[in-house]
Nanobody, 120 residues
């Protein structure tokens, strides 16, 4: 059974930084793409970042491009999301995502989420 466990969320002031981590178990981590989604209160979930199985290619929407950086350490079964220059509109629950393909396609596995709150 796949388990994805996020950590690193919290409260930060606008302009600050946070790093989220996601540790995976129950799957061969290095075979599959990973990613992050987020869901703000009252809004639908949205894609935040994706990374292919090798870590060579990354994907971001325009809303976070240049501020967020996704990476992975396949030896540690861990993925990271470095978030810089945070804005109040980044406030959301952030979910670690596991795909079943080498590049991000359809999310298949979800973590429990970690809250990120950015104060103005």
């Amino acid at each position: 059974q796949v388990q994805l466990v996020e950590s690193g969320g919290g409260l930060v002031q606008a302009g600050g930084s946070l790093r989220l981590s996601c540790t995976a178990s129950g799957r061969t981590f290095g075979l599959y793409a990973m990613g992050w989604f987020r869901q703000a209160q009252g809004k639908t979930r949205e894609f935040v970042a994706g990374i292919d199985s090798s870590g060579g290619d990354t994907y971001y929407p325009d809303t976070v491009k240049g501020r967020f950086s996704i990476s992975r350490d396949n030896a540690k079964n861990t993925m990271y999301l470095q978030m810089n220059n945070l804005k109040p509109e980044d406030t959301a629950v952030y979910y670690c995502i596991g795909y079943r393909t080498k590049i991000p396609t359809t999310p298949r596995d979800w973590g429990q989420g970690t809250q990120v709150t950015v104060s103005s």
